[in-house]
């Protein structure tokens, strides 16, 4: 009934899969760095500290190039469901805004480190604002196909979303905080936990893909 949508939402899927993966490469690149800057504040453990913090920015950049391909792919998916539906059209432009403005950011990463951290949080709330308009997407179908118990679960789903949204929010404005404070294993710290929360609401907006994928079937 809607083939444009199922095509999408498969697409969109597949790229939370790879979304999933970069978030744990990233969790496990970020207790790489502590461990690295723990083991690097004593003397005889300096070589170890060093290896241990190029391990981790090597998984930090692994996991960016993963983001990268998902976006693609997300973006595709999003291209193909908006035929269906004018929310995932929506989503479409948010998603796009989110990446011109991490793009833009990253430029001031090292001059201006306060205006990229800036930009990134608007850029992580129109990535947010996409998230929840292909929710409001699938809903919008579910609906059509008579599917209460999706419309049901999306509403639980974008409430659970929203709090580990602002969760991930709160644990980097922290990791800001402490970063300049040169209190960089505490800041590195809640750099992790943001990002476990942000892999905890990647695998609850994958269950929800999962069970979309089979409804448009």
Do not use: H, W
């Not at 461990?35 to 391990?55: F, L």
């Not at 004018?86 to 989110?98: G, Q, T, Y």
């Not at 809903?139 to 949204?165: F, H």
Request: glycine share 8%; hydrophobic share 60%.
């Amino acid at each position: 009934m809607f083939p444009n949508a199922k095509k999408g939402v498969g697409r969109i899927f597949i790229a939370e899969i790879l979304a999933v993966i970069g978030a744990a490469v990233a969790i496990v690149a970020g207790i790489i760095v502590i461990v690295g800057a723990i083991a690097g504040s004593a003397a005889q453990s300096e070589a170890i500290g060093v290896g241990s913090i190029a391990t981790g920015g090597v998984l930090a950049l692994a996991s960016g190039v993963v983001f990268v391909v998902a976006f693609v792919i997300n973006l595709v998916g999003l291209i193909n469901a908006k035929q269906d539906d004018d929310r995932f059209r929506i989503a479409f432009f948010a998603m796009l805004v989110s990446i011109i403005i991490s793009v833009v950011a990253s430029i001031f990463a090292t001059s201006n480190p306060t205006l990229n951290n800036i930009l990134e949080t608007i850029a992580n709330v129109f990535n947010f604002a996409s998230t929840i308009f292909v929710i409001l997407g699938i809903m919008s179908l579910a609906e059509k196909l008579n599917n209460p118990d999706m419309v049901k679960r999306g509403n639980t789903i974008i409430k659970l979303i929203t709090a580990s949204y602002v969760l991930a929010i709160v644990g980097n404005i922290c990791a800001v905080i402490f970063r300049a404070t040169s209190a960089v294993v505490l800041s590195g710290v809640f750099e992790t936990v943001a990002s476990v929360v942000s892999l905890v609401s990647y695998v609850i907006y994958l269950i929800y893909l999962a069970s979309a994928k089979k409804m448009l079937a």
